[in-house]
């Protein structure tokens, strides 16, 4: 327990050493390597703890994004915390009523569902003149984090965004850490290992797996918020489903059920796009290649490597 | 919308219905008896449209290049099978859709590296290029009602293999229980293999008989997937007549979608599919 809270403590200072660095290129890829962790995480919510394999995630992410850019006025800052309030209740309110229909299938049809519902929302900005077609919209101005006149901080500064990137997705990990060790969370988890049984117990499900679809589509608004203010730019992209498999990929690398491991899993999933992409034009076929390589040779993920040295190491076999 | 442009976005609603149907069928008979979600089915019916374009450069011929593309299509989905898929049965849904995922990206990528990203056109065959009057002004392409006439004597024949035939039966069975047709002692291993590859088949011919109407071009099967998952969802999995009712529903909101209400176009289909969801969450067709 001890060594874990060590190793937590070890990683996150070294994250915050990033900006000193002074290197403004690994800053902002680090920068959105911690909010793809954000989006890994919200999605490890539904998919590690509740069992509900959501393959529409991105749309959350990209309405919050959306919401950042509409809302923004055109050449002066907003108010960066309006915006986040905004953004997340839009995400949030969105989730709350897909989550509505999806919620009301299960297994095979709950992927295909939520996926056709991400696609519903990807053809909303991309065909409608509300989300300024397949080009996308600017956020010409970084938003202000003005408290009554007070300035704590200034996004145009790449170390302040960088520092207000990290703090949020350690908020987001403290928020989701305290919830899972909630009786809500609870919940969740028995209804993951066991729907019937909780069902029978007297709980109302349904209620519950609302709960964590909207809560993590609100999470998932957090990450879009931040992309939307480090990049300062939206396209439909964002809420296709390439985006939605990726994050499934995130979390299934760094072993699902484990908040830890769904950031390692973000760190792993760029680390080798920006690897595969300086070898070859055609990373993806390298990438492909090693999903279909891990779905076969390594059930459980990054997270459970450490097990499996640990018995390899005590000789105890190959006893899964 | 006068009598003939009716007639004529009628049979473009069942010629697009009837092909997703051919796409789709194969989704939904995977789904029910193997219980595997595959992503890569889109990439299916793009392999298809490519082996359509390669084949019919190099023979000269759309006819040469189904007559081969056929063939080779079994063959590969047979391989694909042995290969990938045949490992994700026992798998959970999560790993279905990784791995297949991953297959998408592999495809894509082989499409580029092999036949490149530029848009192709294929011909359509000499004898079915003309077009039948149907008011002065317009007129409907020959190949158009051919392709749906082909599609409408492959549902017949999938019906009848799916119901009249010893290979049918235990198809039908395997989408049932399979651990009691293994007791019966039936290879349910090669009626896995039979299927996928007929799936793969017809995904694969779809694409053939669309190459010359939609052109082929990079990421074409991503849609037709998506929209192939909404009629198996519309449907009922499982349901090779639930799939033929739901594609041809899907078929006509698409195409009078884009006809009445462009601004919302895409968005239609997706509309129908929350509709039924919330009349049958199980599909219209749900089987047991």
């Known amino acids: ?320 | 919308m006068d009598f003939a442009s009716f007639l004529i976005q009628t049979l473009n609603s069942l010629q697009y219905g009837l092909l997703l149907f051919l796409v789709a069928s194969g989704l939904t008979l995977v789904f029910g008896i193997m219980g595997i979600i595959n992503l890569a089915h889109g990439s299916f019916y793009m392999i298809g449209a490519y082996l359509a374009f390669v084949l019919s450069s190099a023979t000269g011929s759309l006819y040469m290049a189904i007559l081969l593309g056929v063939p080779l299509s079994l063959a590969f989905g047979a391989l694909l099978e042995w290969a990938f898929f045949s490992h994700l049965y026992k798998r959970d849904h999560l790993e279905q859709v990784l791995m297949t995922y991953g297959l998408i990206l592999i495809f894509e990528e082989l499409r580029s590296l092999l036949v490149g990203d530029d848009v192709h056109g294929v011909e359509i065959p000499a004898l079915f290029s003309g077009s039948i009057p149907l008011s002065d002004v317009l007129s409907y392409p020959v190949y158009r009602l051919v392709v749906s006439a082909v599609c409408i004597v492959l549902a017949i024949a999938l019906y009848y293999v799916i119901q009249r035939t010893r290979l049918g039966m235990m198809i039908r069975a395997g989408n049932h229980d399979r651990t009691m047709v293994e007791a019966l002692g039936i290879n349910i291993n090669m009626i896995y293999r039979v299927v996928f590859a007929l799936g793969f088949a017809l995904a694969a011919l779809a694409g053939m008989l669309a190459s010359p109407i939609s052109s082929v071009f990079p990421n074409m099967g991503s849609h037709v997937l998506i929209i192939s998952f909404v009629i198996v969802v519309i449907g009922g999995i499982g349901s090779v007549w639930g799939a033929l009712v739901a594609a041809l529903i899907v078929g006509f909101a698409d195409t009078f979608g884009k006809v009445l209400v462009p601004e919302i176009s895409g968005m239609v289909v997706y509309i129908v599919m929350a509709a039924v969801l919330l009349w049958r969450p199980e599909g219209i067709f749900k089987k047991g």
């Not at chain 1, 300024?132 to 302040?160: E, M, R």
């Not at chain 1, 760190?267 to 090693?290: D, R, Y």
Request: proline share 2%.
């Open chain 1, 1 to 320: 327990m001890n060594s874990q809270l060590i190793f937590k403590l070890v990683a996150l200072a070294l994250l915050a050493c990033v900006p000193l660095t002074g290197d403004s290129f690994y800053t902002e890829l680090l920068a959105k390597t911690l909010i793809l962790g954000i989006f890994a995480m919200s999605l490890d919510l539904l998919v590690g703890f509740t069992g509900l394999v959501s393959f529409g995630h991105a749309a959350y992410f990209g309405i919050a994004a959306y919401t950042v850019a509409l809302l923004s006025p055109g050449y002066e800052a907003g108010n960066l915390w309006l915006l986040l309030f905004a953004s997340v209740a839009c995400s949030a309110l969105a989730a709350l009523f897909v989550g509505i229909f999806v919620l009301r299938t299960k297994g095979i049809y709950f992927i295909m569902v939520t996926l056709a519902f991400a696609q519903l929302a990807f053809f909303i900005f991309h065909d409608t003149p509300l989300g300024g077609g397949s080009d996308g919209v600017y956020v010409n101005v970084k938003p202000s984090a003005s408290i009554g006149g007070w300035v704590p901080f200034d996004l145009d500064t790449q170390a302040h965004l960088y520092y207000f990137v990290l703090v949020l997705l350690v908020l987001v990990y403290l928020f989701l850490s305290r919830i899972l060790q909630s009786q809500f969370g609870r919940v969740l988890v028995g209804v993951k290992s066991n729907e019937h049984r909780m069902q029978s117990m007297g709980y109302k499900t349904f209620g519950y797996k609302l709960g964590a679809f909207t809560l993590a589509g609100g999470l998932a608004g957090v990450a879009g918020f931040l992309y939307a203010i480090v990049f300062g730019f939206v396209t439909p992209e964002l809420l296709s489903w390439h985006q939605s498999g990726n994050v499934l990929l995130m979390v299934i690398l760094g072993g699902m059920g484990n908040l830890i491991g769904v950031v390692a899993g973000a760190f792993a999933f760029i680390s080798m796009q920006e690897i595969f992409a300086s070898w070859t034009k055609h990373w993806q076929l390298v990438m492909g290649g090693v999903i279909v390589a891990a779905v076969l040779f390594l059930p459980g993920g990054l997270a459970a490597i450490p097990g499996r040295i640990k018995r390899a190491l005590q000789g105890g076999g190959n006893d899964e």
